[in-house]
Nanobody, 125 residues
Framework: QLQVVESGGGLVQPGGSLRLSCAAS????????IGWYRQAPGKEREGVAC????????NYGDVVKGRFTISRDMAKNTVYLQMNSLKPDDTGIYFC??????????????????WGQGTQVTVSS
């Protein structure tokens, strides 16, 4: 059974940084595409970042390009989301997802098979 568990959320001031972790179990992180989505109150869910299983190609949402970086550690079977230059608009629940695609329809609608429970990120002074 595929499972992903997020950690690393918290409260950070604008301009600060956080690193989220997504620990995978039941599979290895290069078996499937793994991504991050976020949900903020009153806003639609949006794709933040994704790393493909083949070749580790990455894809980012337009609003986070240049500020966020997704990576994976095979030894720890974990995917990370490094978030820099955080803004209040980055506030939301961040979900790790697996078994989908980093582009096209699946990415646009978030049609991944496995979702974590989410971790709260709050950017506020």
């Amino acid at each position: 059974q595929l499972q992903v568990v997020e950690s690393g959320g918290g409260l950070v001031q604008p301009g600060g940084s956080l690193r989220l972790s997504c620990a995978a179990s039941g599979f290895t992180v290069d078996d499937y595409a793994i991504g991050w989505y976020r949900q903020a109150p009153g806003k639609e869910r949006e794709g933040v970042a994704c790393i493909s299983n083949s070749g580790g190609r990455t894809n980012y949402g337009d609003v986070v390009k240049g500020r966020f970086t997704i990576s994976r550690d095979m030894a720890k079977n974990t995917v990370y989301l490094q978030m820099n230059s955080l803004k209040p608009d980055d506030t939301g629940i961040y979900f790790c997802v697996a078994d989908g695609a980093c582009s096209g329809y699946v990415w646009r609608v978030g049609a991944f098979q496995t979702w974590g429970q989410g971790t709260q990120v709050t950017v506020s002074s």
